[in-house]
């Protein structure tokens, strides 16, 4: 069974940085395609950042563009999320997703996601 694990979350001041974590296993990583969501009370899941299984493009929603950098190691079956100049309205669940081989806008639709992690909590404070 596949398992997307999370980790890195927790409570930063506006203005902080935090990196989260999703170690992947049961999987051939280096053939997903790995993004990162996130769902805020009362909104709908939305995507923060993808990365394309072959590491040849890498997307960002608008609101985390120029603040955030997603990135993969493969040989750990790892992807990472730095996130930087972190804002109040950042705060939400922030989960790992994967799925094999997606590429150009497939990458940003949640529905195209086979598995998914159980969630980080990331807190911004004012």
């Known amino acids: 069974q596949v398992q997307l694990v999370e980790s890195g979350g927790g409570l930063v001041q506006a203005g902080g940085s935090l990196r989260l974590s999703c170690a992947a296993s049961?999987?051939?990583?280096?053939?997903?395609?790995m993004a990162w969501f996130r769902q805020a009370p009362g909104t709908d899941r939305e995507v923060v950042a993808a990365v394309t299984w072959s590491l040849i493009r890498t997307y960002y929603g608008d609101s985390v563009t120029g603040r955030f950098t997603i990135s993969r190691d493969n040989a750990k079956s790892t992807v990472y999320l730095q996130m930087n100049s972190l804002k109040p309205e950042d705060t939400a669940v922030y989960y790992c997703?994967?799925?094999?081989?997606?590429?150009?806008?497939?990458?940003?639709?949640?529905?195209?996601?086979?598995?998914w992690g159980q969630g980080t909590q990331v807190t911004v404070s004012s």
């Open positions: 997703a994967a799925s094999p081989q997606l590429s150009g806008v497939t990458l940003l639709e949640s529905t195209n996601y086979l598995y």
């Open positions: 049961r999987l051939t990583f280096s053939g997903h395609s």
